[in-house]
């Protein structure tokens, strides 16, 4: 039993309740209404509220006109949904249509138009959507610690395909699976959604908890770019198919890069390692051989697709000082960061 469903429950409950003590008729249309207002995240909540009123306004309009104009007919449903439905989808309220169709279909049976009638079906749908909205708005589950374990199953996941990264350049006769492959890029997905997900219940959170929200959103973004990078970086590494003196000091690079990975900060060391190691190259001896030219070269298109990586992380991780140098938003993220990562023994 999720806790969607107990929360359904719980508004529903309330809705059906609320319809007996006022006398609406028929109070079980509360509780339908309920259910079909109770989301995931808070802002969706509200959204979903303000969507299925809006929507119910506007079909009680155009139906109680239609029904006063062309008489209470089964065939004036049928010109109402030709007229209504479209209209509704048109203005963005096409997630309230289910709403406006429950709440026509009351006045439908009633056969009159009248003002108590109006005022039944309005205190409906506040009982009902209310409800759901009360609900939406007191409790939603926190993603926090799943955030965490995403981010630690991510990056353990780049850690371990640096390493092998570095074992081919040193061994190219090594056969790995690449499995970690898959598994960053589930964790990265589902880290996407949550993140989203909890970026939406904060809907009034601010300062702390605000950046932490947009903080878990740049992150997987963040390793979703990267892990793209490293999907070209595995293209340029299968045309090393020997082993060369500037494959064993690419791989050292490539093993350095699975520590600083599990870094909240840009370190900055393989990107100074990477200047110097490419003007060692310019010192070296020329390719001897058409297939060392190539090796070279698919190395050379390594050592590019990974300062492309270097650069993703420095436009998004904060810098390697402390939080008393860094400016306003930057110091904010640093103490979310650090808030973030207590209890997790993986952190430097």
Do not use: C
Not at 135 to 147: G, R, S
Not at 180 to 192: D, F, M, V
């Amino acid at each position: 039993m999720g806790i969607r469903v107990i929360k359904t429950a719980v508004a529903a409950l309330g809705a059906l309740y609320t319809a007996s003590y006022l006398g609406l008729n028929p109070a079980l249309s509360a509780g339908l209404l309920a259910i079909l207002g109770v989301e995931v995240t808070r802002q969706r909540g509200l959204k979903s509220a303000f969507v299925r009123l809006a929507a119910s306004a506007v079909g009680l309009f155009f139906a109680s006109f239609l029904f006063l104009t062309l008489g209470f007919h089964l065939w004036t449903i049928s010109f109402f949904i030709l007229l209504a439905f479209p209209i509704l989808s048109r203005a963005g309220l096409k997630d309230g249509i289910a709403t406006s169709a429950v709440i026509v279909f009351h006045v439908y049976a009633r056969e009159e138009v009248t003002v108590p009638l109006m005022v039944n079906e309005l205190l409906l749908l506040l009982a009902g959507l209310g409800w759901a909205t009360v609900i939406n708005l007191v409790y939603m589950p926190k993603d926090d610690d799943k955030l965490r374990e995403l981010r630690h199953d991510a990056e353990e996941s780049f850690a371990v395909i640096f390493r092998s990264m570095a074992r081919t350049l040193r061994t190219p006769s090594y056969v790995w699976d690449g499995k970690e492959l898959l598994e960053a890029g589930r964790a990265i997905e589902e880290g996407i959604r949550r993140a989203e997900r909890n970026r939406e219940n904060r809907i009034w959170a601010q300062g702390r908890s605000g950046e932490e929200g947009r903080y878990w959103t740049r992150y997987f973004a963040m390793r979703q770019q990267q892990l793209e990078t490293i999907g070209q970086m595995l293209s340029h590494l299968s045309f090393v198919y020997a082993s060369l003196p500037q494959g064993e000091l690419a791989a050292e690079l490539f093993e350095l890069l699975s520590g600083d990975v599990k870094s909240a900060v840009y370190e900055g060391g393989v990107e100074e390692r990477i200047r110097l190691l490419e003007g060692r190259f310019k010192t070296m001896a020329l390719p001897a051989t058409r297939e060392e030219f190539e090796m070279r070269a698919a190395l050379f298109l390594l050592l590019q697709e990974l300062k492309r990586y270097l650069n993703i992380a420095k436009r998004l991780k904060r810098r390697k000082s402390s939080p008393e140098e860094l400016p306003g938003e930057a110091r904010a993220t640093a103490a979310v960061s650090a808030a973030s990562e207590e209890g997790t023994d993986s952190r430097k």
